[in-house]
């Protein structure tokens, strides 16, 4: 801030085409306020001095009055002013020179004195200022837009409110994301694992059907061999029946006379059969149809998967006669 001495104010008659005595006379015009500004000069001077040791409610309300003042001069200007242009152009040009002289001074003053007066007001606009750039700091690692915010007016305990509040949202979103990409990767590697089960059920299924292929031709052949073997010793049979004629012939007299004795044998079991009551005939049964489940032995794994299930069957007939008597 710089004072400036007041200097009497002179018109420069030969760049306005005025005559000197008129000059003078416009000068003179001037002559109260520049008196005033004379007066004032030392007010001004030492609130100046003031505020450079130190600016309290005191200097700001001086400052405010002063300037204030000088308000009020510069507005009277304007009346001698308009009185004067009315003149002429040359003459109002004039009197433009001499207000604007006078108006920077004045001007000058009042912002001097206006800095001095908002000395408080600035720094709290300062304070504030530098609190939202504070707090904008803050809130950048949220990407949080603060053009519409008024950080800088926010007290500390609605700001800390805020800044959590911004903070938790922050970490909520962040571990919605993690939670995200954990579920996504679970997901992968569940559908991946799916994949592998699926493939290496395939490929089970694909080495069963190979051995059944494989277990499937040696069936084959072994029924081919059994064929052949057969019209081998058919052949041989054929060859050695005239041979064979006459055991044939006590093995059918042998044969006959043993079904002679099994149809008596099963005649006389019948016959027991129906002196027998129905109490032991149940049990008969139930003996018979669990001998059934350990009778037969089969070597595929389709006919013993059968044989399984048909124990089954049997099982729920035992049960279900069991039921009923």
Known sequence: MKNKNVEIIKLDASKFGVEKSRAKEMESAFIPMIIWLKEKENEFNEIVKKSKNGIDAVVCSEAKRLRLQYVKSRTSVDDVHKTGKQEVLLLGRAWDGLKNQYLYITNQKEEDLQKIEKHFEILEQEKKTKLKAERETALAPFQIETEFIQLGEMSEQVWN?????????????????????????????????????????????????????????????????????????????LKTEKDAKAKLERELKTKTDAEAKQKADAEARAEAELNKGDTD???????????????????????????ENVGVLLEKITTFINLKN
């Open 281 to 307: 005939k149940v049990k008969d049964l139930i003996t018979d149809l669990t001998a059934l489940k350990t009778k037969y032995i089969f070597k595929s794994k389709k006919n013993k998967k059968m044989y």
């Open 161 to 237: 409110n805020y800044f959590q509040g911004v903070k938790l949202q922050h970490e909520n979103k962040i571990a919605a994301e993690a939670k995200a990409e954990t579920d996504r990767i679970a997901a992968e590697e569940a559908g991946a694992a799916e994949r592998e089960r699926i493939r290496i059920e395939n490929e089970n299924l694909r080495k069963e059907n190979e051995t059944k292929e494989k277990q499937l031709a040696e069936e084959r052949k072994a029924s081919e061999a059994k064929a052949k073997k057969v019209q081998k010793d058919a052949e041989a049979k």
